[in-house]
């Protein structure tokens, strides 16, 4: 039985062999992934010729180049998105608004210099009391107006953020002022009164001499049925009318005084006050209003008072909204000018 041993080596021998052939015939790897490996094997090798610096600023541009993308997604989403009908409509509604004032306040300008002119306000011997003179208010309301407004409209057209900062500056000014001052008129009203008396009884003074002066102090008696500062007899304060003057106006009052100054209907009668201050009340009231203007200016004030507060609410109103909308405006431009350097960064 000696031939066992060397019957068992052999056959653990030839299983090594049929085992080693068949790790050779089927290898661990496939050869799909071999390739795979080959392939990344290879970038690797030729991964090893550059620098560890070179790989990682491949990285960092594949990371550059992906923020580069998202914000010109978000430029493009965003900036370039357009407007809200909102921004339109505040933005032309603001333009026409504009408009409108800057035409108003040329009129304006123009009838105050029609007026100066016409009356020779700049000539040598009026120059020195141009700055009494009503249409030199006109004027330089006109050019406030007409110089703001323009300054607003071509700030809005233009987006310029500075004319709008000055417009809104401007404007923010103005509503102060105008509220400032309904608070100083309301808190001083009995001192207001003897205002109007003084410039009342100064602008009949003055009513022969100043044409401007004549025709308000006119405006007002025909306007509101009144004669006087508080009673038809103040007239006596006027040189002309006084009853001591020599001359055919003495003791008389001027024809807007009257309660029918025109003679048949159309025909100015300069003559129908004559006298009437040497009149008794009883008779004078056929000819003339006996009343002051200042009273009747204090019963329209009471009587028209929900129509003035509305309007003065209405002008606060509009100007407010000027302002909502020039910040809106400015904000707006603010952003659109951030989005787009963010996407001139994003390109470089």
Request: hydrophobic residues 45%; aromatic residues 10%.
């Amino acid at each position: 039985m000696g031939w066992f041993p060397s019957f068992g080596r052999f056959l653990f021998f030839w299983e090594r062999r049929n085992h080693f052939q068949n790790g050779e015939n089927k290898p661990l790897i496939p050869k799909g992934d071999i390739r795979n490996a080959e392939d990344a094997s290879s970038v690797s090798y030729l991964g090893t010729h550059d620098s560890s610096g070179s790989q990682t600023s491949s990285t960092l541009s594949s990371h550059e180049e992906s923020a580069r993308a998202s914000s010109r997604n978000v430029f493009t989403s965003r900036a370039l998105s357009p407007s809200s009908w909102s921004d339109y409509i505040f933005k032309y509604l603001l333009v026409t608004s504009n408009l409108l004032f800057t035409v108003l306040g040329l009129g304006t300008l123009v009838v105050g210099l029609w007026g100066l002119i016409n009356k020779e306000s700049f000539t040598q011997e009026k120059i020195s009391g141009i700055g009494t003179d009503p249409m030199l208010l006109f004027t330089f309301l006109g050019l406030v107006l007409a110089l703001l407004s323009l300054i607003g409209c071509v700030g809005v057209l233009r987006e310029n953020m500075c004319l709008l900062r000055t417009f809104s500056a401007a404007v923010l000014l103005l509503v102060a002022a105008q509220v400032l001052a309904a608070v100083v008129l309301y808190s001083l009203q009995g001192q207001i009164a003897e205002y109007f008396r003084s410039g009342m009884l100064a602008a009949m003074v003055r009513y022969q001499d100043d044409l401007d002066l004549r025709f308000i102090t006119d405006e007002i008696q025909t306007g509101l049925q009144c004669c006087g500062a508080d009673t038809y007899r103040d007239w006596e304060i006027n040189v002309y009318f006084n009853c001591s003057a020599p001359g055919v106006q003495a003791c008389g009052v001027p024809p807007s005084c009257c309660i029918d100054p025109l003679e048949n209907g159309t025909v100015w009668n300069t003559q129908c006050g004559v006298g009437a201050q040497q009149l008794d009340e009883f008779t004078a009231q056929s000819v003339i209003f006996l009343g002051g203007c200042l009273g009747s200016i204090s019963r329209w004030i009471d009587q028209h008072s929900g129509v003035i507060v509305t309007v003065v609410i209405i002008v606060l109103g509009v100007q407010i909204l000027t302002l909502f909308i020039t910040a809106r405006l400015l904000q707006k431009i603010r952003w659109s000018r951030a989005q787009h350097d963010v996407y001139l960064q994003s390109l470089q």
